[in-house]
């Protein structure tokens, strides 16, 4: 099947400084990546939608500012977390999809975001 | 507006018991896609199932069951015989075809004590 990495897997940073966190379709190409949120204990909250060579697509009450979002190759995208506060500590999972949106999308692991 | 409900936040059954965890969703479009997604303490999302709304067939799979119902818009999910391996927080999700993205619900904790 599909498989989806991310990397890093837990990273723990300080209050200010930008952590970037990676998502790899291995083998085969993702025309579109998804980034979702989730706190603890709760939903997985879509944040953006990105298709390869053109600007993500923020959901509403995401700061593209914040959270800058990379998709280069049809193999690769990144989340950006700039400036990172610990209201951004969170679980970040990704997801690809070789098609036009949801039907087939495949999940990476999840990365931790601590922030102290 | 397209939304999935999970009303059950916490289930606990006994191992061998069986279970049944609840998804009703909402949407306008004639065509779109019902997922369930198992999550583990580790983290992952695991695919479990993938519906279409033109396929109503319930399907089994192990001692895993679907319930897929247009006239009340819910698709349950049962485990039979549950077991510990079975602990995990359950996903039930919607993707309609004019958006693309999916929609999840608030998930349900399900605990399985030996």
């Known amino acids: 099947g ?15 400084t930008s952590v970037k966190i990676e998502c790899r379709s291995l083998d085969f190409q993702a ?9 603890p204990k709760k939903s997985l909250m879509l944040m953006a939608t990105s298709n390869e060579g053109s600007k993500a697509t923020y959901e509403q009450g995401v700061e593209k500012d914040k959270f800058l979002i990379n998709h280069a190759s049809l193999t690769l995208s990144t989340l950006t977390v700039t400036s990172a506060h610990p209201e951004d500590s969170s679980f970040y999972i ?18 931790r975001l601590t922030v102290t | 507006a397209q939304k999935v409900t999970q009303a059950q936040t916490e289930i606990s059954v006994v191992e061998k018991e069986d279970v ?16 369930w997604y198992k999550q583990p303490p580790s983290g992952e999302l695991v695919f479990l199932i993938r519906r279409n709304s033109f396929d ?18 819910s698709f349950n999910f049962t485990i039979t015989a549950s077991q510990v391996v079975d602990s995990a927080v359950y996903f039930c ?9 999916l929609i999840f619900g608030k998930g349900t904790k399900l ?4």
């Open chain 1, 31 to 39: 025309t579109t990546m998804f980034w979702y949120r989730q706190f």
């Open chain 2, 56 to 73: 109503e067939q319930n399907e089994i799979s192990g001692r895993y069951s679907w319930n897929f119902q247009k006239s009340t818009s």
């Open chain 1, 94 to 111: 990704c997801s690809a999809s070789a098609g036009q949106g949801g039907i087939e999308q495949y999940f990476g692991p999840g990365t």
């Open chain 2, 111 to 114: 605990s399985v004590k030996p």
């Open chain 2, 20 to 35: 049944t965890l609840d998804c009703v969703y909402e949407t306008r479009d004639t065509t779109y896609y019902l997922f």
């Open chain 1, 2 to 16: 599909a498989v989806v990495s991310q990397h890093p897997s837990r990273v723990i940073c300080k209050s200010g």
């Open chain 2, 93 to 101: 999700a919607l993707s309609e075809a004019s958006q693309g993205n």
